[in-house]
């Protein structure tokens, strides 16, 4: 016989501790509702293994080895922050066609999150010397490379301590994390489930009113007048598809990338903190910044290339690294069994094939010999657009069924290929917003706040 339910009652369930999710829950905490967020994963924070590659392997989905049908690498923490857990630190402003074609103004969340979190290029002396080096021979050639915002506040209360490791999680404390939104949304109030898997919506008469799950192996329900799904660009469409969301995750978007590396005869960039230089080509769609793999990742990804690269291991010390990250066409999907597909198109080809001759131009000139460049296997880094702004979202987030929401990086409309942090919190904190204002009484909202307009 099966146990009875926990049963619980909200304003506001979100699904989902990242970036979309930790600001909804923190913003609609503060402003008094009742929020219950529930994340799948555990918070690792604080314990010994965090930040290594043990604790990689640990909170990584499938151990840090999920792949797409067609080989490409997903590294998706399962986590209380999300993706901020194991991400670099890299911030940019949301494009600007996002406002331009789909009319998601989010200048003015973006400008204060900027401010609040203290978001800016790390200052001279921490950008690295060899990070430097391929900025400067990038220049030399003509390309427009500039210092990359990062969500990074290296002060004297932190012990900076940065490098390629960082990928694995920040141990030095001086990456900002989404689960610090977390616990400012508990300290207001809300109420966090950790290890909780939403399993299904409730919905009736084409509107929300809650959703059915586990906490710790235990069934579980929430009744709740608005539901925000911020599960991430694999999740998210997978919760959608068994609430019966059949466009959920057809087709999707992940700024495939490789990184371009070269051994130099100076020091490399393994030891600096990554993506401190940046480069945009947005005419033909991609993007160029400063990495490298972690020391003990490094031979892993040199192999599965060819087994001769990971011959160059011991020279990862003088390893410089340009990491290409391109505006991928929309393709492939998720099935309701997980399995994922995101096959390159033909002008997804041209673009990394243009990216990685420019990466090459770079390397040579920084120092690296021309026999030693390769380029690791195709990775994807932001699986997003699963469930996407004017086809299955209008502009205030909220799908077809009433007060059900998303916000993560599944509602982009096209890649984004640019760091996705800094614009899914601008997200997060305009969809509070429009929450709020609803639950404003009609006659004392009039005026209050400017109207969004959905998506024709």
Same mark, same amino acid.
């Given at each position: 016989?099966?146990?009875?339910?926990?049963?619980?009652?909200?304003?506001?369930?979100?699904?989902?501790?990242?970036?979309?999710?930790?600001?909804?829950?923190?913003?609609?905490?503060?402003?008094?509702?009742?929020?219950?967020?529930?994340?799948?994963?555990?918070?690792?924070?604080?314990?010994?293994?965090?930040?290594?590659?043990?604790?990689?392997?640990?909170?990584?989905?499938?151990?840090?080895?999920?792949?797409?049908? /067609?080989?490409?690498?997903?590294?998706? +923490?399962?986590? *209380?922050? %999300? &993706?901020? #857990?194991?991400?670099?630190?890299? !911030? @940019?402003?949301?494009?600007?066609?996002?406002?331009?074609?789909?009319?998601?103004?989010?200048?003015?969340?973006?400008?204060?999150?900027?401010? /609040?979190?203290?978001?800016?290029?790390? +200052?001279?002396? *921490?950008? %690295? &010397?060899? #990070?430097?080096?391929?900025?400067? !021979? @990038?220049?030399?050639?003509?390309?427009?490379?500039?210092?990359?915002?990062?969500?990074?506040?290296?002060?004297?209360?932190?012990?900076?301590?940065?490098?390629?490791?960082?990928?694995?999680?920040?141990?030095?404390?001086?990456?900002?994390?989404?689960?610090?939104?977390?616990?400012?949304?508990?300290?207001?109030?809300?109420?966090?489930?950790?290890?909780?898997?939403?399993?299904?919506?409730?919905?009736?008469?084409?509107?929300?009113?809650?959703?059915?799950?586990?906490?710790?192996?235990?069934?579980?329900?929430?009744?709740?007048?608005?539901?925000?799904?911020?599960?991430?660009?694999?999740?998210?469409?997978?919760?959608?598809?068994?609430?019966?969301?059949?466009?959920?995750?057809?087709?999707?978007?992940?700024?495939?990338?490789?990184?371009?590396?070269?051994?130099?005869?100076?020091?490399?960039?393994?030891?600096?903190?990554?993506?401190?230089?940046?480069?945009?080509?947005?005419?033909?769609?991609?993007?160029?910044?400063?990495?490298?793999?972690?020391?003990?990742?490094?031979?892993?990804?040199?192999?599965?290339?060819?087994?001769?690269?990971?011959?160059?291991?011991?020279?990862?010390?003088?390893?410089?690294?340009?990491?290409?990250?391109?505006?991928?066409?929309?393709?492939?999907?998720?099935?309701?069994?997980?399995?994922?597909?995101?096959?390159?198109?033909?002008?997804?080809?041209?673009?990394?094939?243009?990216?990685?001759?420019?990466?090459?131009?770079?390397?040579?000139?920084?120092?690296?010999?021309?026999?030693?460049?390769?380029?690791?296997?195709?990775?994807?880094?932001?699986?997003?657009?699963?469930?996407?702004?004017?086809?299955?979202?209008?502009?205030?987030?909220?799908?077809?069924?009433?007060?059900?929401?998303?916000?993560?990086?599944?509602?982009?409309?096209?890649?984004?290929?640019?760091?996705?942090?800094?614009?899914?919190?601008?997200?997060?904190?305009?969809?509070?917003?429009?929450?709020?204002?609803?639950?404003?009484?009609?006659?004392?909202?009039?005026?209050?706040?400017?109207?969004?307009?959905?998506?024709?």
């Amino acid at each position: 016989m099966s146990p009875e339910p926990i049963k619980k009652h909200a304003d506001v369930v979100v699904v989902g501790s990242g970036p979309g999710g930790a600001s909804v829950a923190r913003q609609m905490a503060r402003a008094g509702k009742r929020v219950i967020l529930l994340e799948r994963g555990k918070d690792y924070r604080g314990k010994a293994y965090y930040g290594t590659y043990l604790g990689a392997l640990t909170y990584a989905d499938k151990h840090s080895l999920l792949f797409t049908k /067609e080989g490409l690498n997903i590294i998706r +923490p399962l986590m *209380l922050g %999300g &993706a901020t #857990s194991m991400y670099c630190g890299s !911030a @940019a402003r949301p494009p600007a066609w996002l406002k331009e074609r789909y009319r998601i103004d989010l200048d003015s969340y973006i400008d204060e999150t900027i401010t /609040e979190i203290g978001i800016a290029p790390l +200052p001279p002396h *921490l950008r %690295g &010397a060899a #990070s430097t080096r391929i900025a400067d !021979a @990038a220049n030399s050639l003509g390309y427009h490379w500039e210092p990359l915002d990062k969500f990074m506040r290296p002060v004297p209360s932190t012990r900076f301590d940065c490098g390629a490791k960082c990928m694995l999680g920040c141990r030095c404390g001086a990456k900002w994390n989404a689960a610090e939104w977390v616990d400012q949304a508990v300290t207001a109030g809300c109420e966090l489930l950790t290890e909780a898997c939403a399993d299904d919506l409730i919905i009736e008469n084409r509107q929300v009113g809650g959703v059915r799950g586990k906490v710790r192996g235990q069934p579980l329900e929430i009744q709740a007048d608005q539901v925000v799904v911020s599960a991430g660009g694999i999740g998210t469409p997978l919760l959608l598809q068994r609430a019966g969301f059949f466009e959920a995750g057809h087709g999707m978007t992940m700024d495939t990338t490789v990184m371009v590396c070269g051994v130099s005869k100076e020091k490399g960039t393994g030891e600096e903190p990554p993506m401190t230089w940046a480069y945009a080509n947005d005419e033909i769609g991609y993007m160029l910044s400063t990495l490298i793999d972690p020391w003990l990742l490094f031979p892993m990804m040199a192999a599965l290339k060819s087994p001769r690269h990971a011959l160059k291991w011991p020279a990862w010390g003088r390893t410089l690294g340009v990491m290409i990250k391109i505006k991928d066409d929309i393709s492939g999907g998720i099935t309701l069994d997980g399995e994922i597909s995101k096959p390159m198109t033909d002008q997804d080809l041209f673009r990394m094939n243009h990216g990685a001759i420019v990466a090459n131009q770079i390397l040579v000139r920084a120092g690296a010999d021309p026999d030693s460049v390769f380029i690791t296997p195709l990775r994807g880094t932001h699986p997003s657009g699963t469930v996407r702004i004017g086809e299955m979202l209008d502009a205030n987030l909220q799908t077809e069924v009433k007060n059900l929401y998303v916000c993560d990086a599944s509602t982009f409309p096209e890649a984004l290929d640019r760091p996705t942090v800094l614009t899914i919190l601008g997200l997060g904190k305009r969809l509070a917003a429009h929450l709020l204002a609803k639950s404003v009484p009609a006659a004392s909202a009039a005026g209050a706040a400017e109207p969004l307009h959905a998506v024709g």
